[in-house]
C-alpha cells in the first residue's frame, strides 16, 4: 500500500509512505507506485503515531449510575460506589462493557491501552475476563493490564496474596494505591512490596499515587526512590500525583532532582482529576492536576489518559483522548501556539514510553506500520476542530476509516 501526500507530525513539507507486509517499509518526497499498488492520495492531511490511552478502567466502564449515581463527585464515593457494584460483576458482564469501551477508543484513533483492573476481589473476576479481552483483541489493539489494588495491597484482606496471583495470571503492569491504604507507614510498605513484586516477576509498575488534594500526601518521593535504587527507572510510572499541585515549592524543587535521576513516567488524568479534584475546598478550588507543565519542562516524561469513561468516578467520556488532551492543555497553562501544536506527544509519543513499546511504536522504516491521518493539516487545527480519524491504520491494515462530515451551510458572510 503506498499513502500519498501526508504531513507527518507536522513536517512542513508532505511525505508519501510505502506499507509493506505490515511494516513501515519507505518514507520519501516521492513514492513512484508499483503496478497495481494499493495507493491512498491524502492530499496533505496529517499522519500521526497511533492515539494511545495509558490510563483507563475497563473494568468499571459503563457502570455509571448502577447503583447510584457519585452525586458528591469525591473519589471516594466513587470507590464506595463501585465497591458495591463489584459484588454484581459477572465474566461476561467485564467483556461486553469493556469490548464496548475498547471499539468507541478504536473509533477515536487509539491502538494502545494500559487498563487498570481491581484486583481487591477474591474471585478476581474481572481480571480473567480482561486477560481474554486482551488475547480476542490483539490484532487490533495492544492491551496492558494493571494489577490495580483498588482499595489497598496492606488495607484489604489477603491484599499480598492477589496481587501476587494477578501477577502469575498474566497482569502486565503491578498497580497500587497508597494513599487510600489505612496509615501512611501501609502506604510506604504496600510501595515497596509492589516494586519487589514487579521486580522479582519482571513487570511494569504504575500506580496510582497521592491521587488527593492532600500536600502531606507524599508517597510519590518513596516510589521515585524505590524506582532508582532497584533500576526499575523508567519502567515505573506514577499516575495522577495530583498532591503535586498541592506541594509547597521548596518540597517540589528538592522532589523534582530525585524524579530526574529516578526517570520515572507521569501519567495525568486531565478529565477526571478536575472533577474529583478541590472537592473538599470552599473556595479558591483547586484544579486537582498535578503539575504537568513543569514536570515536561523539567525533561521528565508526562502524558495523559482519560481514566474513565462513564462510571463511579467520571459520569462522561467516549474515548477520545482529544478531550483530555484539550483539558489538560487549559488546566496547565499550556496554550501556547507550539504548546498546542506539539500536544499531541502527550496523547501517543509520551504515552508509548509509559507503556514501554517505544521499540515497536512510532512512524519509522521497519517499524509495524501503525499511524493515524486526520482530517487536518497539522495538529492546531486537528485538535481545535476536533478533526475526524480518516484513517487508523494497525499492522497494515485498515482498522478504521471515517467519511468525512457534509455540511450545508448557508451563512452569508
Ligand atoms: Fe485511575
Keep these: 500500500m503506498l499513502i500519498k501526500n ?45 492515539f494511545v490511552d495509558p ?13 447510584e449515581w457519585n452525586q458528591s463527585g469525591t473519589l471516594f464515593d466513587g470507590i464506595r460506589i463501585w465497591s458495591e457494584r ?32 481491581d484486583v481487591t476481589d477474591p474471585n478476581l473476576t474481572a481480571l480473567r475476563a480482561l486477560i481474554e479481552v486482551r488475547d480476542e483483541v490483539k490484532d487490533q489493539v495492544e492491551l496492558q493490564l494493571v494489577a490495580f489494588p483498588q482499595e489497598g495491597i496492606l488495607s484489604f484482606p489477603n491484599g499480598k496474596e492477589l496481587m501476587t496471583k494477578a501477577a502469575d495470571m498474566g497482569a502486565d503492569v503491578i498497580g497500587g494505591i497508597p494513599h487510600f491504604e489505612f496509615t501512611q507507614e501501609y502506604g510506604v510498605e504496600s510501595l515497596k512490596f509492589l516494586v519487589d513484586l514487579a521486580d522479582k516477576k519482571g513487570k511494569l509498575v504504575d500506580v496510582h499515587c497521592d491521587e488527593i488534594d492532600d500536600p502531606e500526601s507524599r508517597s510519590l518521593e518513596t516510589l521515585a526512590t524505590l524506582a532508582y535504587e532497584s533500576k526499575l527507572g523508567d519502567k515505573v510510572t506514577a499516575s495522577h500525583t495530583t498532591a503535586m499541585g498541592s506541594y509547597n515549592d521548596a518540597y517540589t524543587y528538592k522532589l523534582f ?23 473538599f475546598d470552599t473556595y479558591p478550588k483547586r484544579r486537582g492536576m498535578t503539575r504537568v507543565k513543569e514536570l515536561n519542562d523539567a525533561g521528565i516524561n508526562v502524558a ?12 462522561m467520556g467516549n474515548g477520545n483522548m482529544l478531550d483530555a488532551l484539550s483539558m489538560g ?18 496523547i501517543s509519543e509520551n504515552s508509548a514510553k509509559c507503556m514501554h513499546i517505544s521499540d ?6 521497519g517499524k509495524p506500520a501503525d499511524c493515524i491521518i486526520m482530517n487536518s493539516q497539522n495538529f492546531y487545527d486537528a485538535l481545535n476542530e476536533r478533526a475526524e480519524i480518516l484513517y487508523s491504520i494497525h499492522n497494515g491494515k485498515v482498522l478504521v476509516k471515517t467519511e468525512p462530515k457534509r455540511i450545508t451551510n448557508n451563512f452569508q458572510e
Excluded: C
Design 86 to 117: 463489584k459484588k454484581t460483576l459477572t465474566f461476561e458482564d467485564v467483556k461486553k462493557r469493556a469490548k464496548k469501551a475498547l471499539k468507541l477508543q478504536v473509533e477515536n484513533g487509539i491502538q494502545f491501552v494500559r487498563s487498570h483492573v
Design 329 to 346: 492543555l487549559h488546566v496547565g497553562h499550556m496554550m501556547g501556539y507550539d504548546d498546542i501544536m506539539n500536544s499531541y506527544k502527550f
Design 360 to 365: 515497536h511504536y512510532g512512524i519509522e522504516i
Design 304 to 315: 495523559f489518559g482519560e481514566d474513565d469513561i462513564k462510571d463511579p468516578w467520571y459520569p
Design 6 to 50: 501526508v504531513y507527518i507530525k507536522n513536517a512542513k513539507q508532505t511525505s508519501d509512505v510505502r506499507i509493506e507486509n505490515g511494516k513501515f517499509s519507505e518514507i520519501a518526497p516521492e513514492i513512484d507506485p508499483y503496478a497495481e499498488e494499493k495507493i491512498i492520495d491524502l492530499r496533505g492531511k496529517l499522519m500521526l503515531p497511533p
Design 257 to 279: 532532582r530525585l524524579l530526574k535521576l529516578s526517570h520515572i513516567n507521569f501519567i495525568a488524568n486531565p478529565l477526571v482529576n478536575t472533577n474529583l479534584g478541590g472537592r
Design 55 to 67: 490510563h483507563v478502567h475497563l473494568d468499571a466502564t459503563m457502570t455509571a449510575g448502577d447503583p
